[in-house]
């Protein structure tokens, strides 16, 4: 069965810091990897997602991701944090080789607060 | 393009009754998921409709259930409400059949709450 952990429930930090949102997988197939971002009373917008090729993902909004098979990693990342990056990101996989099913499984969240 | 649209975003039932959400996929989007998200269980994905069909379906009751017409518009129902219930329930669409490599746009949510 797939399951995706994103170790930490917030992550607090600084305007023009670099920030990390962690997010690791366990799959029996080849991952399909998903970032989201949610805001306070709003459905998920997607950042971006890993299928295959380049191990450096870029997204939306200036966040990037990096795909690390030999950790089962796909942390989100961004160089600048801004204020209004303050939301709810959560990290999912589809397992491409799960018996022709590809139901996504969403980790817990991480609530990502930039600190002015 | 639009996006996708969910009605009614804010909902109260009591228990036992039943309840209707709809949700209008992006223009071209032939895929719709729905998800239910509440703090205890987080996200979990409730079922997938293509041209109409449920392509896939998640670990929830018989009292859940849905549907997709042919203008790729969808509808899930909840019937006997339970406490448990009250969730958001959010609406995906996506451009092929959704569950595999497709990006899946999400809509608003509705907001349930069964008193």
């Known amino acids: 069965a797939q399951s995706v952990a994103q170790p930490e429930d917030q992550v607090n930090v600084a305007e023009g810091n670099p920030l990390t949102v962690k997010c690791t997988y366990s799959v029996s197939g080849n991952p399909y990897l998903f970032w989201y971002v949610q805001y306070p009373n709003r459905g998920l917008q997607f950042l971006l997602k890993?299928?295959?090729?380049?191990?450096l993902v870029k997204g939306s909004y200036g966040f990037e991701a990096e795909f690390n098979k030999s950790q089962t990693s796909f942390h989100l990342k961004k160089p600048s944090a801004l204020v209004s990056d303050s939301a709810l990101y959560f990290c999912?996989?589809?397992?491409?080789?799960?018996?022709?099913?590809?139901?996504?499984?969403f980790g817990r969240g991480t609530s990502l607060i930039v600190h002015p | 393009k639009a996006g996708v649209t969910q009605t009614p975003r804010y909902l109260i039932k009591t228990r036992g009754q039943q309840v209707t959400l709809s949700c209008s996929p992006i223009s071209g989007h032939r895929s719709v998921s729905w998800y239910q998200q509440t703090p205890g269980q987080g996200l979990q994905f409730l079922f997938e409709?293509?041209?109409?069909?449920?392509?896939n379906k998640g670990n929830f009751p018989g009292r859940f259930s849905g549907r997709q017409f042919s203008n790729s518009r969808s509808e899930m129902n909840v019937s006997t409400l339970e406490l448990g219930d009250s969730a958001l329930y959010l609406c995906?669409?996506?451009?092929?059949?959704?569950?595999?490599?497709?990006?899946?746009?999400f809509g608003p949510g509705t907001r349930l709450t069964v008193l």
């Open positions: 999912a996989v589809r397992d491409f080789a799960s018996g022709g099913s590809y139901i996504p499984t």
């Open positions: 995906a669409s996506s451009q092929g059949r959704g569950l595999t490599t497709d990006t899946q746009y």
């Open positions: 409709y293509f041209s109409e069909t449920q392509r």
């Open positions: 890993y299928i295959t090729g380049d191990n």
